[in-house]
């Protein structure tokens, strides 16, 4: 008789490393109990001991991505202390303290990229992960540390936004995908709004590297640019 090949244990760790898996390849849709009970090759109710239920897998789909974030960006940091955190990566008293911010942002946005379900996903959270705080702590630290006040800091903690999660909130974010709206309808409406029309006619948005029709690398880029210059000009002025 053969003998048993012993399977691996669950975790709490691996149910949300299948589930991560799961929303990659099938998207936040596909992810269910008993879907990533499948993946994991185990009933259900097995998940159940570890995460209560699908409310809870999604919160824990956010920590895992926001975990994947702090690694990216805080690599090296020691997190026993707001002034290592503060500095990780790289030292605002020799370094741009923007290029310190940028490249913790864009560092956030290769993790998204590889997750393009997760910006709905954070958005959306109504309660914040307790890691999320290490992101902020990262950001207040630097910008203390090259000379900001902490109402300018709680003011960019505003102004970046979701940017500190690599990806921008749009208001609205339509459905790449043919909604419908007719050559006719298209006219009546460009003809209603002609500088939106115009807009439209005139701007391209290339795809690569995109997260969504107007979260493209180039406009993420431009915004988070913008917004690290206009608060540099705060820097020691206030």
Not at 91 to 112: F, I, Q, Y
Not at 221 to 229: D, G, P, R, S
């Amino acid at each position: 008789m053969p003998a048993r090949t012993a399977k691996t244990p669950l975790s709490r760790e691996r149910i949300l490393a299948a589930a991560t898996a799961v929303a990659d390849a099938e998207g936040l849709a596909a992810v269910t109990m008993r879907r990533v009970a499948e993946a994991l090759d185990c009933e259900a109710m097995s998940l159940y001991y570890y995460v209560k239920d699908k409310s809870q897998l999604l919160s824990g789909l956010v920590e895992t991505v926001i975990d994947q974030i702090i690694a990216e960006t805080l690599a090296g940091a020691d997190q026993s202390g707001p002034q290592e955190l503060s500095q990780s990566g790289s030292n605002p008293s020799t370094a741009d303290w923007r290029e310190v911010v940028r490249t913790r942002c864009l560092g956030a946005r290769k993790v998204m990229l590889r997750h393009p379900w997760a910006p709905s996903l954070v958005a959306g959270t109504a309660v914040v992960p307790p890691n999320t705080y290490l992101v902020f702590e990262a950001l207040v630290g630097t910008m203390i540390e090259a000379g900001f006040s902490y109402e300018t800091a709680h003011r960019a903690i505003h102004s970046l936004g979701s940017m500190l999660m690599g990806f921008t909130q749009e208001i609205f974010e339509p459905d790449a995908a043919d909604d419908g709206t007719t050559a006719e309808e298209m006219a009546a409406m460009a003809a209603a709004f002609p500088h939106l029309g115009a807009l439209a006619g005139s701007v391209t948005h290339d795809q690569t590297d995109s997260l969504g029709v107007c979260d493209t690398q180039s406009e993420f880029e431009f915004t988070l640019n913008l917004v690290l210059n206009g608060l540099d000009g705060f820097r020691g002025n206030d």
